[in-house]
């Protein structure tokens, strides 16, 4: 069976407040997991005064076969990465897309947009060389051993 290119996950969220009285509160992307589909709606985790975290769901992973190098260089990084690109949306950050291409995150950060990107959990890992094991052929790749000729 062919690997699935699309993935629902959920974005974790966190608000820290600023030790400045006059500077802006700190968002960003901090964790992605497989969205389970359990949670319908944006999720507060913990809240309080000085950091704030919220599960949202809703996103996918969606792999293109012109991003195949991406995937790869972000696959064999040794911190392979979600990006997660969001918008400040009713005072609350809010994600609006997420990538596992190096090269779509490079774009993401180069936009002047807002992006994070977070650690790729184990999960999401193996869905990914999965995926590629399936679809791409690496560069210059070695002879493969047990042919003659």
Same mark, same amino acid.
């Given at each position: 069976m062919a690997a699935q290119a699309r993935l629902p996950i959920a974005?974790?969220?966190?608000?820290?407040?600023?030790?400045?009285?006059? +500077?802006d509160d700190t968002?960003?992307?901090v964790a992605v997991v497989p969205d389970s589909?359990?949670?319908p709606a944006i999720?507060?985790?913990t809240t309080s005064p000085e950091r704030d975290t919220?599960?949202?769901?809703?996103?996918?992973?969606q792999l293109h076969r012109d991003e195949h190098d991406g995937y790869y260089e972000n696959c064999i990084a040794p911190e392979a990465k979600?990006?997660?690109?969001? #918008?400040?949306?009713? /005072?609350r950050a809010i994600p609006v897309k997420a990538?596992?291409?190096? +090269?779509? /995150?490079? #774009?993401?950060?180069d936009s002047g947009e807002r992006a994070d990107g977070v650690t790729m959990p184990a999960e999401i890992q193996s869905w990914l060389a999965d995926y590629l094991?399936?679809?791409?052929?690496?560069?210059?790749?070695? #002879?493969? #051993?047990?042919?003659? /000729?």
């Amino acid at each position: 069976m062919a690997a699935q290119a699309r993935l629902p996950i959920a974005v974790l969220m966190q608000r820290r407040a600023s030790q400045h009285i006059w +500077a802006d509160d700190t968002w960003e992307a901090v964790a992605v997991v497989p969205d389970s589909g359990s949670t319908p709606a944006i999720t507060m985790l913990t809240t309080s005064p000085e950091r704030d975290t919220y599960l949202v769901p809703g996103l996918e992973l969606q792999l293109h076969r012109d991003e195949h190098d991406g995937y790869y260089e972000n696959c064999i990084a040794p911190e392979a990465k979600v990006f997660v690109l969001w #918008r400040m949306q009713d /005072g609350r950050a809010i994600p609006v897309k997420a990538s596992v291409s190096y +090269a779509e /995150g490079t #774009r993401m950060f180069d936009s002047g947009e807002r992006a994070d990107g977070v650690t790729m959990p184990a999960e999401i890992q193996s869905w990914l060389a999965d995926y590629l094991a399936h679809n791409y052929e690496p560069p210059e790749r070695g #002879r493969r #051993r047990g042919h003659h /000729g």
